[in-house]
């Protein structure tokens, strides 16, 4: 049988325009997934800039499942859930990254952390520092160390935040001398005396410039009986932390009176005030004062010096009015309306309370109380 040349050459051209359009269909099938996840994914990052994050999760769930080895998407899609507080979504997302086997050593580790932070908005703490722990030595490790810090707060284990507060010092994030002084302050007041004792003096080394570790020696040797010892420890503290005096003003005045030092004390507390007036430190003049007329004369002089409502209204409190009757009225009004103004603010969220703290209850903020009452702010 004779081979007839003209059947190659009719299949040549036939050939060449089947793989053309076969090679075409494939590159337009590739365009268009190409183009459909960058489409879904910037459909989402519009969503999310435009505060719609039902319609973003919902679009970057379109554009993991195009292309589901992009790992980025898995990270937008994992804080988008944290965000909603769809922890357990999450976590999970963050798990799948954690699993791939072809994960690039900074991905990994960013999911690792992203995983922590999923366990520590849940609440789950437990969970949290086991994840936390394993970004010891990574480029994460100063953001685990202060979450772990913040765990260990938060459940109030002082011995493992004094540690954590350690390294994060050691290791050059910062200088936590005054939070370890807090510490050593904090595991005082549930231990005995003799050993609270150990631990105030511990703080006051730690950081010598700290009132609070100062105050606490000196309230647990009033607790004893001993006074003088008390009024030793406020009057080197007055020395050492000056700007401490409001808050160490009516202790150094009771220990004063109780122990003989009022004129010593006296002094203090007008040098003080000449400095920088506080309606405290006044108080502490005006009960330490042996003149009573001139102790109500101090009133005065702050009113000339401050308009303060808080000091008009104590020396009005003494003060004989044209229609006495009515002082008892006027008086509780003007008690009334002080309150607020007596009251210690955070200068970091704001929350306001009676009594001083050392950390904020609103925002576990340290030292973010000033010395100060809210009028003299």
């Known amino acids: 049988m004779d081979f007839d040349l003209s059947w190659v050459l009719w299949g040549l051209p036939i050939a060449f325009v089947l793989g053309w359009a076969a090679s075409r269909f494939d590159i337009r099938q590739l365009r268009l997934e190409n183009r459909q996840a960058p489409k879904a994914y910037f459909r989402g990052l519009n969503f999310l800039l435009n505060e719609q994050q039902d319609q973003a999760i919902d679009a970057f769930i379109e554009a993991v499942q195009n292309d589901p080895d992009t790992s980025e998407l898995h990270f937008a899609l994992g804080n988008l859930f944290r965000r909603r507080g769809e922890y357990e979504r999450a976590v999970r997302v963050h798990e799948h990254l954690l699993s791939r086997g072809d994960l690039g050593r900074a991905d990994r580790q960013r999911a690792q952390h992203a995983l922590a932070l999923d366990y520590l908005k849940a609440g789950l703490l437990d969970r949290a520092e086991e994840a936390l722990r394993k970004l010891d030595g990574t480029d994460f490790e100063e953001q685990a160390l202060l979450a772990l810090l913040s765990i260990y707060e938060r459940s109030r284990d002082w011995t493992q935040a004094s540690a954590t507060a350690t390294k994060l010092d050691a290791a050059g994030f910062g200088n936590f001398s005054a939070r370890l002084a807090h510490y050593l302050c904090e595991q005082a007041a549930q231990a005995p005396n003799e050993q609270a004792e150990q631990l105030l003096r511990d703080a006051m080394k730690q950081a010598p410039d700290a009132a609070r570790p100062g105050m606490e020696l000196a309230a647990l040797h009033r607790r004893a009986g001993d006074d003088a010892a008390?009024?030793?420890?406020?009057?080197?503290?007055?020395?050492?932390?000056?700007?401490?005096?409001?808050?160490?003003?009516?202790?150094?005045?009771?220990?004063?009176?109780?122990?003989?030092?009022?004129?010593?004390?006296?002094?203090?507390?007008?040098?003080?005030?000449?400095?920088?007036?506080?309606?405290?430190?006044?108080?502490?003049?005006?009960?330490?004062?042996?003149?009573?007329?001139?102790?109500?004369?101090?009133?005065?002089?702050?009113?000339?010096?401050?308009?303060?409502?808080?000091?008009?209204?104590?020396?009005?409190?003494?003060?004989?009015?044209?229609?006495?009757?009515?002082?008892?009225?006027?008086?509780?009004?003007?008690?009334?309306?002080?309150?607020?103004?007596?009251?210690?603010?955070?200068?970091?969220?704001?929350?306001?309370?009676?009594?001083?703290?050392?950390?904020?209850?609103?925002?576990?903020?340290?030292?973010?109380y000033p010395a100060r009452r809210v009028e003299e702010l």
């Open 230 to 368: 008390a009024y030793a420890a406020l009057s080197r503290l007055a020395h050492s932390a000056p700007s401490s005096i409001p808050l160490i003003a009516r202790p150094l005045t009771e220990t004063a009176l109780s122990c003989g030092q009022r004129e010593e004390a006296l002094e203090t507390l007008k040098t003080s005030y000449e400095l920088a007036p506080s309606i405290d430190v006044l108080e502490g003049i005006v009960a330490l004062e042996p003149d009573r007329d001139n102790a109500r004369g101090w009133y005065v002089q702050h009113l000339a010096r401050e308009p303060s409502l808080v000091a008009a209204t104590r020396w009005l409190a003494a003060e004989k009015l044209e229609h006495e009757e009515f002082h008892p009225q006027v008086q509780r009004a003007l008690d009334h309306a002080v309150k607020p103004l007596t009251r210690y603010r955070c200068a970091a969220c704001g929350f306001e309370a009676k009594q001083h703290f050392w950390q904020c209850p609103g925002c576990q903020a340290w030292d973010s």
